[in-house]
């Protein structure tokens, strides 16, 4: 597909690159929160062509091609349902939000770093199950001891979240950037205001 994109005119402020699209299962549930399941423009408009996706809502921004017109899609749905994933990737990102951004030891929440609650000098791993969120002083403070020789044991037992406990967390800790066409199909399953 060859899409031009630098004849774009000066009214368009945003460039399509600052243009994804969020990507919802046929069931317009979003594929994945964390990390939320969004496509570049590319990808997109790619799926659109290829009948893999409905558009659900569009962005203003136009891209164009010598024989048409594009409106960018914001919010697209997959016409085949993906049966969603239980578990959340392993990623830092998932590890302080099953941790909520809180220093495991002593409850603070910044200067964070991962701690291995058994440290890998004694053959501890680096799992769900054994890295926890923890400030750096603690960290340091805790070395390469034991939990039980340091006296540090982790506030909450680590263990792997399912995708909905980490959900239920990234309530609190809302993403920097949604577009407003997104917001229908994000939280949708929280109470409303009253
Ligand atoms: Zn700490």
Known sequence: MNIAVGDLGDSQPASPEACPALVLNADFRPLSYYPLSLWNWQDAVK????????????YDRVVHSPSFEFRLPSVVSLKNYVKPAKYPAFTRFNVFLRDKFTCQYCGVQNELTFDHVIPRSKGGMTTWENVVAACSPCNLRKGGSLPKAAGMIPNQHPMRPTVYQLHANGRLFPPNYLHESWMDYLYWDTELEP
Do not use: C, G, P
């Open 47 to 58: 799926a659109v062509f290829l009948d893999r996706v409905n558009i659900v809502s569009h």
